[in-house]
Structure formats: C-alpha cells, structure tokens
C-alpha cells in the first residue's frame, strides 16, 4: 500500500510505521522501532495511537490464492434498477453475505458496481454468478470480464 505524503496529522515517524507493517506486519516492536529510528516505547506508544486512531484497522494473514485453488479472477460489472439509498444499502449488505465477491465498489461510470469475484475455475464462477451475483437485491444486469493474468494485485 502506498502511504501518501499529504496526511496531515502524521509526522515522518507515523509514516514509516505504516510503510513498515504495510509490507511486514509480523514484525516485533523492537524491528519496527529498529527500522524507523526510534526507541521501543516511543514507538510502541506511536503504534497504539495510529490502531486506536483508526490508521491500523487490524493485521491479518496473506494468503495465496493459487495455492488454495483459488486463482481464477472475474470482474463483474453490476448496473442496478434502483439506485435510491435504501437500495443501495440493501445491495451493499447482500454482497458482504458472499464469501467469493473479494472486492466490491460503486462505480460512477456506465455500470454501478464492479466486483471482483475469486473462483477455483470458470464453471464455479458461472454457478457463483448464477445462482448469487445475479440474485442480490436490485440487480438489472451484469456483464463480465475474466482475467488472464495478476501483473499487481492487492494483497492483504
């Protein structure tokens, strides 16, 4: 993830330490005081204040996806019939209830939503598209697209 330089409420300090468990959130308090110039407990205390801040939502494990058979990726776009508030909520709350939409965004373009969805394989995605995507709340149509290959990819 790329920490912008423009927060204001961030000091150089604050910012290393984002960049630092943004690429290796295992580390100790010790390699990560190490790693951006300070003491233990300034950095500590520093760490507590950007969680508790909201900066750090959590820290979770990496998986690969190819190696639990997961490799496939589509991109559905999504246009809804209804686009007031409450429909959108009532979308919005559908799509967190699917295990397979990794990611979902409302778009301003000629579609509504685009969802990546991950699948073993092309059939499953069919089957998830099918029998899911297109049963969420106000769905009009979908269209997708298939990719072919991860050059940069999201991870965590």
């Known amino acids: ?28 308090v010790t390699e990560l005081a190490t790693r951006i110039g300070l003491s233990k407990t300034p950095a500590q205390v520093r760490l507590r204040r950007l969680i508790e801040a909201g900066y750090i939502e959590g820290f979770r494990a990496v998986l690969n996806p190819a190696k639990l058979g997961l490799d496939h990726v589509a991109f559905a776009e999504v246009k809804l019939s ?14 967190r ?3 397979e939409i990794e990611e979902c965004h409302m778009i301003a373009g000629r579609f509504d939503y685009l969802l990546k969805v991950r699948s073993p394989d092309i059939r499953t995605y069919r089957r998830i598209l099918g ?10 149509s979908s269209s997708t697209s298939v990719a072919m290959e991860s050059v940069k990819e999201a991870r965590g």
């Open 131 to 140: 029998e899911k995507i297109s049963s969420l709340p106000h769905v009009a």
């Open 82 to 95: 209804d686009t007031r508030e409450s429909a959108l909520a009532e979308f919005n709350a559908a799509v």
């Open 97 to 99: 209830r699917i295990p």
């Open 1 to 28: 993830m790329h920490i912008s330089e423009e927060i204001s409420d961030l000091d150089l300090f604050d910012r290393r330490i984002l960049k630092a468990l943004s690429e290796d959130g295992r580390m100790s």
